[in-house]
């Protein structure tokens, strides 16, 4: 045999043994959820809903944190009603005392703390021209502070247990900058430093965190989601891409794939095709990707002549002359997922 054939051979075994070195490593952490206790902030709506939905089929006791206090009575029923142990938190997660006061009133309840999912968040769509300073200050707050402070509060309970699991969702933004998303990528490029940082850290106390990258999903979100500028042209592009099933994908995949990674401990889970080749193409040709993403800039709608500073959700951006089909997908996912407001009492 050549020394290059024993080359090759010694290569292949060397990652074959790895490979299988780490598929045992994985499997040896694997959990079930069933009793275990999990709080999921954002949890009344879109990805957080169905992220406990999936945890209440596993058996698994639940608390969901909210600001709208409608909306996560919305959502506790409906996980009640599913046969699951769950309790609703009305708790504004950039406060770091309610975040404390919610954490504690977990524990109490339930004497334990074994499964964080640091799942909400916002999106603010529109051009650089039309954001200010408050804009990343708030993204910052909500998709960096806000998990730190959760982290904070369940680890001695997870310490206490000597064991537990943290999910940080970020985004493929927060791999790669987009256009028109730059407070947000922002700040969920911070929130991945955070998170594999506490994984480093926190692996010695048997807490795994694993970061979550998803491309884009079909939650429903949209219409909550808040634009600048143009605000129908803005809404357009967002929600056109949100429901399109070749560039999306359903909640519920995204869920059973995010819960497979929280189950087994894994360090970082990349959602979509879409998103794992952005990835890889920014990693090898970062150039040619920031090249691609001035081109993609020049292609959606510039600052507004007017009104371009005000804020709207999604809901008030929406073109009422638009056809349902376009965004067909996505408009059932808000229905199933809570992200419709109540009509106002009033």
């Not at 429901?243 to 497979?260: D, M």
Request: charged share 20%.
């Amino acid at each position: 045999m050549s020394l290059t054939r024993k080359l090759v051979t010694a290569a292949a075994f060397v990652a074959g043994a790895g490979a299988a070195y780490r598929l045992m490593v994985r499997e040896a952490r694997r959990i079930s959820f069933r009793d275990r206790v999990a709080v999921i902030t954002g949890g009344s709506r879109g990805l957080g809903l169905v992220l406990a939905r999936q945890l209440a089929a596993e058996h698994a006791r639940l608390a969901i944190l909210a600001r709208n206090e409608d909306g996560l009575e919305r959502a506790v029923r409906d996980i009640a009603a599913r046969g699951a142990e769950v309790v609703g938190i009305p708790c504004d997660v950039t406060d770091r005392q309610q975040v404390n006061d919610a954490i504690q009133q977990v524990v109490d309840r339930y004497n334990r703390l074994d499964v964080l999912i640091n799942n909400a968040g916002t999106i603010q769509v529109g051009p650089l021209e039309h954001m200010k300073l408050e804009d990343f200050d708030d993204a910052l707050k909500l998709h960096t502070w806000a998990p730190l402070y959760t982290t904070l509060a369940a680890l001695p309970h997870m310490r206490k247990l000597g064991e537990g699991r943290i999910v940080n969702i970020s985004s493929i933004g927060g791999e790669v900058s987009v256009p028109h998303l730059i407070p947000y990528s922002t700040s969920k490029f911070a929130l991945v430093g955070l998170s594999e940082g506490l994984r480093a850290e926190l692996a010695k106390d048997n807490v795994f965190v694993t970061t979550i990258c998803p491309g884009l999903m079909r939650t429903g979100s949209p219409g909550n989601a808040y634009t600048k500028g143009q605000h129908a042209r803005e809404f357009l592009w967002f929600a056109i891409s949100d429901s399109l099933p070749v560039t999306s994908t359903s909640a519920e995949s995204a869920a059973r794939q995010i819960l497979n990674a929280t189950r087994h401990g894994d360090a970082r889970l990349t959602i979509t095709l879409q998103a794992k080749l952005a990835v890889v193409m920014h990693a090898l040709f970062p150039g040619f990707v920031a090249d691609l993403m001035a081109l993609a800039d020049r292609l959606l709608p510039g600052p507004a002549e007017q009104d371009g500073q005000t804020s709207k959700t999604g809901f008030e951006s929406r073109p009422r002359t638009l056809p349902s089909f376009v965004t067909k997908l996505t408009d059932r996912a808000a229905e199933r997922n809570n992200e419709i407001p109540a009509p106002s009492s009033s």
